[in-house]
């Protein structure tokens, strides 16, 4: 069978990507069936983007210990896979008796999680961190940090596949089944593929996937969180994220610096059961808005340039308590299957760990022999306005392209946007060129450089207009010609 392998990961977001990525350290034939058409469209791209320290978790649980070794990594992951991460701290800032009382328990927490940086501050202290926050008092998190989630992700994925992990887009997985040799089969848009074990990564479809698998039982609800980006002009007003004092369940409505210096506001947190739904409505925007207010006051309409929203799958026991993650095989039922549920915050801080603990167990059931030329070092695109003048002017004289910006806003020019639509993974949208290099994320949100991105497509790649999408099947950005050409 020509679809055979020896791993399957069902899901190609982050969780999936770092997976495939650490398996591909062992003589392993792994394929990664991914529903979407890139591996940054749900969960792994829709998130606050912060490095966790580690002390929001309960002590002995599989969050608090893995977000404590992911948050400690993250230096030398970012340096590996060449993607942005500013470890710039994080403050949890109080007003009352009550708040102090709270912080105490948390540093407490954390501190016996394993979590390192951790001090309670006064005001002074605060504003001196953040001048512009209102606040009496805060627990500051020296070790907490921000990156950029599409580029991990991609920085992810495409590591694993230049080390042989093989990607297959648009292929949702709707069957699966087992032979009398105990082997898998799962069936595709694309076909069926075969393969010895298989590891359920799938996020927001954790929950059906584990039934096809023959676990079933698991409650799975969607938390979705709604944000509002601000332009880069109020970035220097947020030197680090500024939580309030966090709940049990909730960390509450935050204001958080992004690594390319916008503000993000939110989230909220809002049970529904459309995993598929990212609307905003206008009621959320306000009440974000006025929220956040209480911590930072400098949130104004004239700065919003977008709003998103993610869905984090939380995996509930029959009271609606949230539990931890669950990262199993269970022999009995399903043999040679990773089963992973609930991954949700603070998952993009462990991924790696996550990734590392589930081969663990693999390799509890079967010895894996070393991969001698896995290669963990991936170069990303070179942030050409990043560079200084002498170093733009080599890279132009070396390459013309470079002397082209197609994105005013971000300034991209069109050398880094060759990059992208020829990137390893062999993605191909409009979202795909975005993620990987900033385009259309800017104040005008791609009104100026839309167009050529997609006319650049269509002539890279040799396709129709009307064969270009923005990020789905069914998106495409232009339906035909208005009038034919004499």
């Known amino acids: 069978m020509e679809n055979c392998y020896d791993v399957l990961v069902i899901g190609g977001g982050m969780i999936g990507s770092a997976i495939a990525r650490e398996m591909a350290r062992y003589d392993l034939r792994i ?19 912060v490095v966790h320290g580690g002390f929001a978790y309960d002590t002995g649980s599989l969050k608090a210990k893995l977000c404590v070794e992911g948050n400690r990594m993250m230096g030398e992951l970012a340096k590996e896979l060449d993607f942005p991460f500013l470890r710039c701290g994080k403050v949890l800032v109080g007003n009352t008796d009550e708040d102090m009382e709270t912080l105490k328990r948390t540093l407490a927490q954390g501190e016996k999680n394993g979590a390192s940086g951790l001090e309670l501050i006064d005001e002074k202290r605060l504003h001196e961190l953040v001048p512009a926050v209102v606040g ?26 230049q080390n042989g992990v093989e990607y297959f887009f648009d292929s949702q997985v ?15 848009p694309q076909g ?23 676990i079933p039982g698991y409650k799975v609800i969607g938390s979705k969180g709604d944000y509002i980006i601000l332009d880069k002009r109020t970035g220097p007003l947020l030197p680090m994220p500024v ?19 916008n503000v993000i506001i939110g989230p909220n947190a809002e049970q529904v059961s459309n995993f598929s739904y990212y609307g905003v409505p206008q009621e959320n925007m306000d009440y974000l808005a006025e929220s956040a207010s209480a911590l930072w006051p400098h949130i104004h309409k004239a700065d919003y340039i977008r709003n998103y929203s993610g869905i984090l799958p939380k ?21 040679r299957a990773i089963n992973l549920v609930g991954i949700e915050s603070p998952g993009l801080t462990a991924a790696v760990p996550i990734a590392r603990y589930a081969i663990g167990l693999m390799k509890e059931r079967e010895e894996l022999k070393e991969n001698p030329d896995f ?24 390459n013309p392209d470079y002397g082209e910006v197609v994105c005013r806003c971000e300034k991209v020019t069109k050398a880094e946007i060759l990059q992208a639509i020829h990137n390893c993974l062999g993605v191909s949208t409009m979202a795909g060129i975005k993620y990987r ?8 949100q791609g009104g100026y450089c839309q167009m050529r991105l997609e006319q650049m497509l269509e002539e890279e790649l040799g396709k129709r207009e009307t064969e270009i999408l923005y990020a789905r099947q069914g998106s495409q950005i232009l339906f035909g010609k208005v009038r034919e050409e004499g």
């Open 31 to 49: 394929g990664v069936l991914e529903k979407n058409l890139d591996v940054c469209y749900e969960t792994s791209g829709r998130n606050s983007a």
């Open 136 to 161: 009496k008092f805060a627990m500051f998190s020296s070790q907490s940090g921000i990156l950029d989630p599409f580029q991990y992700t991609i920085a992810l994925a495409e590591n694993a596949c």
């Open 174 to 188: 709707t069957e699966i089944s087992r032979d009398e040799k105990g082997h898998y089969f799962l069936t595709t």
């Open 192 to 214: 069926v593929f075969q393969s010895r074990w298989v590891v359920n990564a799938a996020g927001l479809g954790c929950r059906e996937i584990s039934d096809m698998l023959g």
């Open 243 to 261: 939580y309030p004092v966090p709940s049990n369940t909730y960390m509450g409505i935050h204001v958080t610096n992004t690594i390319d210096g």
């Open 315 to 335: 995996w509930v026991d029959e009271r609606g308590v949230i539990q931890d993650f669950k990262i199993e095989i269970q022999d009995e039922l399903a043999p």
């Open 375 to 398: 290669n963990p070092v991936r170069k990303g695109i070179v942030r050409f306005e990043s560079l200084d003048l002498e170093e733009k002017a080599r890279m132009i004289e070396e």
């Open 437 to 444: 290099t900033r385009s259309m994320m800017g104040r005008c």
